[in-house]
Protein backbone atom coordinates (compact mmCIF):
# COMPACT_ATOMS: atom_id res chain seq x y z
CA UNK A 1 0.00 0.00 0.00
CA UNK A 2 1.69 3.26 -1.14
CA UNK A 3 2.84 5.29 1.96
CA UNK A 4 0.18 8.44 1.21
CA UNK A 5 -2.91 5.93 1.40
CA UNK A 6 -1.33 4.68 4.83
CA UNK A 7 -0.82 8.16 6.46
CA UNK A 8 -3.82 9.21 5.26
CA UNK A 9 -5.96 5.97 6.95
CA UNK A 10 -3.59 6.79 9.79
CA UNK A 11 -5.14 10.52 10.11
CA UNK A 12 -8.30 9.31 9.81
CA UNK A 13 -7.81 6.79 12.70
CA UNK A 14 -6.95 9.77 14.62
CA UNK A 15 -9.58 11.56 14.20
CA UNK A 16 -12.23 9.70 14.85
CA UNK A 17 -10.72 7.98 18.01
CA UNK A 18 -10.83 11.69 18.89
CA UNK A 19 -14.68 12.77 18.43
CA UNK A 20 -15.05 9.71 20.58
CA UNK A 21 -12.63 10.47 23.14
CA UNK A 22 -14.48 14.42 23.56
CA UNK A 23 -18.01 13.40 23.03
CA UNK A 24 -17.21 10.27 25.57
CA UNK A 25 -15.41 12.85 28.32
CA UNK A 26 -18.40 15.69 27.34
CA UNK A 27 -21.02 12.76 28.19
CA UNK A 28 -19.13 11.83 31.50
CA UNK A 29 -18.84 15.70 32.52
CA UNK A 30 -22.25 16.07 31.82
CA UNK A 31 -23.88 13.35 33.82
CA UNK A 32 -21.86 14.52 36.78
CA UNK A 33 -22.77 18.12 36.46
CA UNK A 34 -25.67 20.37 37.26
CA UNK A 35 -27.78 20.37 34.79
CA UNK A 36 -27.15 19.04 31.15
CA UNK A 37 -24.93 20.83 28.69
CA UNK A 38 -26.46 21.81 25.65
CA UNK A 39 -27.99 18.31 24.08
CA UNK A 40 -26.03 16.23 26.26
CA UNK A 41 -27.95 14.87 29.59
CA UNK A 42 -26.66 15.90 32.93
CA UNK A 43 -27.03 15.61 36.55
CA UNK A 44 -30.37 16.52 39.15
CA UNK A 45 -31.21 20.19 38.90
CA UNK A 46 -29.31 21.93 42.25
CA UNK A 47 -28.22 25.09 41.83
CA UNK A 48 -30.07 28.07 41.38
CA UNK A 49 -33.33 29.99 43.21
CA UNK A 50 -36.11 27.58 44.18
CA UNK A 51 -39.51 29.33 43.31
CA UNK A 52 -41.19 29.16 46.63
CA UNK A 53 -44.05 30.64 45.21
CA UNK A 54 -47.00 28.81 42.96
CA UNK A 55 -46.81 30.05 39.78
CA UNK A 56 -50.39 30.69 37.99
CA UNK A 57 -49.48 33.12 34.99
CA UNK A 58 -46.56 31.69 32.77
CA UNK A 59 -46.08 34.90 30.70
CA UNK A 60 -43.45 35.88 31.97
CA UNK A 61 -41.58 33.09 30.34
CA UNK A 62 -43.31 33.64 26.64
CA UNK A 63 -39.43 34.27 25.42
CA UNK A 64 -37.91 31.56 27.54
CA UNK A 65 -37.81 29.16 24.96
CA UNK A 66 -35.36 26.36 25.87
CA UNK A 67 -35.29 24.94 29.53
CA UNK A 68 -34.13 22.08 31.79
CA UNK A 69 -35.85 19.79 33.21
CA UNK A 70 -35.12 16.87 35.87
CA UNK A 71 -38.55 14.36 36.86
CA UNK A 72 -38.15 13.67 40.19
CA UNK A 73 -37.76 9.99 39.56
CA UNK A 74 -34.25 10.16 37.72
CA UNK A 75 -31.15 11.35 38.88
CA UNK A 76 -30.81 13.60 35.18
CA UNK A 77 -32.31 16.14 33.66
CA UNK A 78 -32.09 17.74 30.26
CA UNK A 79 -32.59 20.43 28.04
CA UNK A 80 -36.05 20.52 26.10
CA UNK A 81 -38.16 23.82 24.80
CA UNK A 82 -41.25 25.61 26.86
CA UNK A 83 -44.06 27.12 25.26
CA UNK A 84 -46.86 29.53 26.69
CA UNK A 85 -49.99 29.78 25.67
CA UNK A 86 -53.05 31.21 27.04
CA UNK A 87 -51.36 32.37 30.43
CA UNK A 88 -50.42 28.36 30.65
CA UNK A 89 -46.89 27.05 30.27
CA UNK A 90 -46.58 23.77 28.46
CA UNK A 91 -43.61 21.50 27.48
CA UNK A 92 -43.94 19.47 24.14
CA UNK A 93 -41.94 16.03 23.59
CA UNK A 94 -40.94 14.78 20.29
CA UNK A 95 -41.32 11.02 20.08
CA UNK A 96 -39.09 9.88 17.85
CA UNK A 97 -36.35 12.48 17.98
CA UNK A 98 -34.21 11.67 19.73
CA UNK A 99 -34.33 7.99 19.10
CA UNK A 100 -34.75 5.60 22.19
CA UNK A 101 -36.00 8.77 24.13
CA UNK A 102 -37.86 7.60 27.27
CA UNK A 103 -38.97 10.57 29.63
CA UNK A 104 -42.23 11.51 28.14
CA UNK A 105 -42.97 7.86 29.01
CA UNK A 106 -41.68 8.80 32.78
CA UNK A 107 -43.42 11.54 32.73
CA UNK A 108 -46.81 10.57 32.10
CA UNK A 109 -46.66 8.08 35.02
CA UNK A 110 -45.31 10.41 37.39
CA UNK A 111 -44.97 14.20 36.01
CA UNK A 112 -43.54 15.43 39.30
CA UNK A 113 -40.92 17.75 38.18
CA UNK A 114 -38.81 21.02 38.61
CA UNK A 115 -37.72 22.88 35.65
CA UNK A 116 -34.91 25.59 35.62
CA UNK A 117 -34.37 29.27 33.61
CA UNK A 118 -33.16 32.04 34.32
CA UNK A 119 -31.17 30.52 37.24
CA UNK A 120 -34.26 29.61 39.13
CA UNK A 121 -35.88 26.22 39.82
CA UNK A 122 -39.43 25.50 39.41
CA UNK A 123 -41.38 22.68 41.52
CA UNK A 124 -44.10 21.69 38.63
CA UNK A 125 -46.27 18.93 37.74
CA UNK A 126 -46.42 17.63 34.17
CA UNK A 127 -50.06 16.27 32.84
CA UNK A 128 -50.24 15.13 29.24
CA UNK A 129 -52.54 16.88 27.04
CA UNK A 130 -55.21 14.82 24.80
CA UNK A 131 -54.48 15.34 21.22
CA UNK A 132 -57.95 15.87 20.58
CA UNK A 133 -58.27 19.26 22.60
CA UNK A 134 -58.82 22.28 22.19
CA UNK A 135 -55.64 22.93 24.07
CA UNK A 136 -53.81 21.03 22.73
CA UNK A 137 -54.69 22.91 19.23
CA UNK A 138 -53.77 26.19 21.18
CA UNK A 139 -50.39 25.25 21.63
CA UNK A 140 -49.43 23.92 18.42
CA UNK A 141 -50.30 27.06 17.06
CA UNK A 142 -47.62 28.57 19.18
CA UNK A 143 -45.37 26.47 18.49
CA UNK A 144 -45.69 27.14 14.86
CA UNK A 145 -45.99 30.53 15.35
CA UNK A 146 -42.54 30.47 16.98
CA UNK A 147 -41.08 27.81 14.98
CA UNK A 148 -40.44 26.05 17.77
CA UNK A 149 -42.44 22.64 16.55
CA UNK A 150 -40.40 19.81 17.34
CA UNK A 151 -39.50 16.97 14.76
CA UNK A 152 -42.05 14.98 13.11
CA UNK A 153 -44.72 17.87 13.81
CA UNK A 154 -48.19 17.67 16.11
CA UNK A 155 -48.54 13.72 14.98
CA UNK A 156 -45.31 12.69 16.48
CA UNK A 157 -45.53 14.83 19.77
CA UNK A 158 -46.72 15.06 23.06
CA UNK A 159 -47.76 18.05 25.26
CA UNK A 160 -47.64 18.18 28.98
CA UNK A 161 -48.83 21.42 30.45
CA UNK A 162 -46.96 22.21 33.56
CA UNK A 163 -48.29 23.43 36.70
CA UNK A 164 -47.22 24.60 40.04
CA UNK A 165 -46.97 21.71 43.25
Do not use: C
Request: a negative charge; proline letters at 7%.
Amino acid sequence: MPQTKVRALKWVGISILSTVVVLTGTFFIAKTSDGPLGPFPGGPLVSGELAISAVTDWTFARETGEIELQLLQDSSSRTTWLAVANNSAYIPAALDFPPNKSWHLRAERDGDAQIRFDNTRYPVRLARLDETSAEFSDVVDVLVATNAMPPGGKDQMWLFRVSSR
